[in-house]
């Protein structure tokens, strides 16, 4: 497995902003998972796009995968207070190991 | 959905005392299950993969006299956090995978924190 690297490290926005946040990873993977973190709390699973896909939505949740630059990003459109939470993004390559990244910090202003 | 329970939710406890953690797969059977650690704003660190019916792996630099991991069913592993000292301190996350669906994704319990005077 690998880690994926969340980029930027800290995001605030205002309610009803989109926010957009991206991942990068070295090797080549099967899928790509996007996850949530509330403070304290465990991980929420968002989203997983598999590699021969490029997009793919979930409600207010757009995933996007390049496996040319070995990039993703996740879009949340419209966002709420509510959203405020710490997001990961684990790319994943056939093993049942994951290895987080530092993650993006976001906080939605109400 | 797939649940995972873990508790306690939150333990405080005097130096030098174990401390066990629960971790259960409500509605999944998970022959493998995943303890993780994590410091106030950082990330999750992956400490030990626990398999169901023979010894935990645990991951580098991760003691395992110290944190005992016992998967004796096929919805239970729990951790004990022996001898406990305030750096133990912390937040621990455990994870599960459906034995029956391995290509989907973990289910995380809702973490304990854990706090030692």
């Known amino acids: 497995s690998q880690q994926g690297e969340e980029d930027p490290q800290a995001l605030s926005i205002q309610e009803g902003e989109n926010a957009t946040m991206n991942c990068s990873y070295k090797t080549s993977i099967n899928n790509l998972q996007w996850y949530r973190q509330n403070s304290g709390r465990g991980l929420v699973h968002l989203i997983l796009?598999?590699?021969?896909?490029r997009e793919k939505h979930s409600g207010r949740l757009r995933v996007t995968l390049d496996t040319s630059k070995k990039s993703s990003s996740l879009l949340i459109t419209a966002s709420r207070a509510a959203d405020t939470a710490s997001y990961f993004c684990?790319?994943?390559?056939?093993?049942?190991?994951?290895?987080f990244g530092t993650g993006t910090r976001l906080k939605v202003l109400a | 959905g797939a649940v995972v329970s873990q508790h306690p939710s939150w333990v405080i406890c005097k130096s030098g005392t174990s401390v066990k953690i629960e971790c259960r797969s409500l509605?999944?059977?998970?022959?493998?299950m995943f303890w993780y650690r994590q410091f106030p704003k950082q990330s999750l660190m992956l400490m030990a993969t626990?398999?169901?019916?023979?010894?935990?792996?645990?991951e580098q630099g991760v003691e395992k006299d110290k944190f005992l991991i016992n998967h004796a069913s096929l919805t239970l592993s729990t951790l004990t956090v022996t001898s406990a000292h305030p750096e133990d301190s912390s937040f621990y996350i455990c994870?599960?995978?459906?034995?029956?669906?391995?290509?989907?994704?973990?289910?995380f319990g809702d973490g304990t924190r854990l706090s030692i005077l």
């Open positions: 796009i598999r590699s021969n896909e």
């Open positions: 684990v790319p994943t390559s056939g093993t049942y190991k994951y290895i």
């Open positions: 994870s599960a995978s459906d034995s029956q669906r391995p290509n989907q994704p973990q289910h």
């Open positions: 626990s398999n169901e019916g023979s010894k935990a792996t645990y």
């Open positions: 509605d999944f059977q998970a022959t493998t």
